[in-house]
């Protein structure tokens, strides 16, 4: 009897689209600091910059919660506030609070052809996983709102690491038999590799943030990972 093949796959920027809510939440912000400082404004690029910096070692020291991103932005708000001598105003920070917080406000919508090729592999008798990594609150709001559970056979929220989850896959349904699906060469690709499964790399958005880069030598990335360009080619990997 042919064993039962497990797919995990991830939510974020892999199934549906989530970096651009990130990319216009921080448009919104510009906005709002350059109406503040004027013509003492530093350039969009060194404050996405210096973000991006303050962002991923909040990130590696307390993990993925919801009150990272926004609580990152103050403190970029603080940063250049202090590099111009200026006394960061309550009300400022407030506002930037409030900005940042609309990251995960809905919509979330699957990219096209997503549910149509969900429920090919699931005629075609693979055993589906929703692997999703961050804050429980918001990635549970997202897991409803795209109603996932309706294309998933199973739906996981961990807060960081995805390698444990995978081990345990890969205990029930065999270290061959599971593969994980992703857009992060760091969150999915790198614990498939901690696991010992097979990963297929999807980089469906670019992905900015320094937090999700890794180093993975090529020999290993050879032996686990399989690069495609788009989800469309996935389910030539599953006949």
Request: proline residues 5%.
């Amino acid at each position: 009897m042919k064993e039962k093949q497990c797919v995990v796959l991830d939510g974020d920027d892999t199934i549906w689209g989530n970096e651009w809510k990130y990319k216009l939440t921080e448009a919104r912000i510009l906005f709002f600091l350059v109406k503040k400082f004027k013509e003492r404004c530093r350039p969009f690029g060194e404050i996405l910059e210096i973000n991006d910096q303050i962002d991923t070692s909040i990130a590696h020291a307390l993990g993925l919660g919801k009150n990272r991103f926004p609580g990152s932005w103050v403190r970029t708000y603080r940063r250049l506030c202090q590099e111009l001598s200026i006394q960061p105003r309550p009300e400022n920070e407030q506002k930037v609070l409030e900005l940042a917080g609309g990251f995960w406000k809905p919509p979330f919508i699957f990219f096209s052809g997503v549910k149509k090729m969900l429920k090919e592999l699931r005629r075609r008798g693979y055993y589906l996983v929703l692997l999703t990594a961050g804050d429980h609150e918001v990635q549970k709001f997202k897991v409803d709102y795209v109603k996932a559970e309706e294309y998933f056979d199973e739906v996981i929220i961990v807060p960081e690491q995805k390698a444990p989850t995978l081990k345990c896959l890969a205990k029930r349904f065999g270290r061959s038999n599971v593969t994980m699906v992703g857009n992060s060469a760091r969150s999915d690709m790198g614990a498939a590799i901690k696991a010992g499964v097979r990963g297929v790399y999807v980089p469906v958005v670019r992905d900015d943030w320094s937090y999700h880069k890794i180093h993975i030598p090529v020999h290993v990335w050879k032996k686990y990972i399989i690069k495609i360009n788009s989800l469309n080619q996935l389910l030539a990997l599953f006949p």
